[in-house]
């Protein structure tokens, strides 16, 4: 059975530093890997989408990794600034049937000014 | 486009009351998918729908659950009859594709007393 893990739960700093977010799984056989930020009150919003060919994915200050072998997706944020402040949530497809999306817990993000 | 479409926006009833929700997705998207999301569960995939014919329900809690989709702008989640532990955020999502990029709603803040 595939579970996705983000740790930390949250995480708090300063403007302008870089920050890494953390996803693993634990069945590496997916479709693809998919970073949504949702902020409070909101639905989820589609930040990055990586197919399991592809080894990451940028946009923007985003830089989104995957490493299939190891279970292991990063969410990479250049520059924060405080309205990157929400939380942001991994998800695994593990083929193309939508029914297979697994969700991680996600990691709330606070940056401060 | 004015994105997925959600109401209402926020519901409280009493235990045992039917509770209807509604979802117009995004205009010429396929797929459409009601998760629900809770502090303990996390976000979790009841059912999804394509070329509006329920393709996996096996998300769905229980028999309380139903959910139809009567046309390709329209689906509607009930809870008949509603239980506290119902209590949560519902979201409807659509997509272009089944695999695609899936857009949320606002959802819709459910509380059973």
């Known amino acids: 059975k595939q579970e996705v893990t983000q740790i930390p739960a949250a995480l708090s700093v300063p403007e302008g530093e870089n920050l890494v977010l953390n996803c693993s799984f634990t069945d590496s056989a997916i479709y693809n890997l998919q970073w949504f930020r949702q902020d409070p009150g909101k639905g989820l919003t589609s930040l990055l989408l990586i197919q399991s060919s592809q080894r990451e994915q940028t946009s923007g200050r985003l830089n989104a990794s995957l490493d299939k072998s190891s279970g292991r997706s990063t969410l990479y944020i250049a520059a924060s600034q405080p309205g990157d402040s929400a939380t942001y949530l991994c998800?695994?497809?593990?083929?193309?049937?939508?029914?297979?999306?697994?969700f991680g817990s996600g990691t709330r993000l606070s940056i401060r000014p | 486009d004015a994105g997925v479409i959600q109401s209402p926006r926020h519901e409280v009833t009493e235990m045992g009351q039917e509770v209807t929700l509604r979802c117009k997705p995004i205009?010429?998207?396929?797929?459409l998918f009601w998760y629900r999301q809770t502090m303990m569960r996390g976000l979790e995939l009841l059912i999804y729908?394509?070329?509006?014919?329920?393709?996996?329900d096996s998300g769905m809690p229980e028999d309380r659950f139903s959910a139809k989709m009567p046309n390709a702008s329209f689906s509607t989640l009930k809870i008949q009859p509603s239980e506290p532990r119902d209590s949560a955020v519902y979201f409807c999502a659509s997509s272009f594709g089944s695999a695609d990029t899936q857009y949320f709603g606002p959802g819709t803040r459910l509380t059973v007393l």
């Open positions: 729908f394509n070329n509006n014919v329920p393709i996996d």
């Open positions: 998800a695994v497809r593990r083929d193309s049937s939508a029914s297979k999306i697994i």
């Open positions: 205009s010429g998207h396929n797929s």
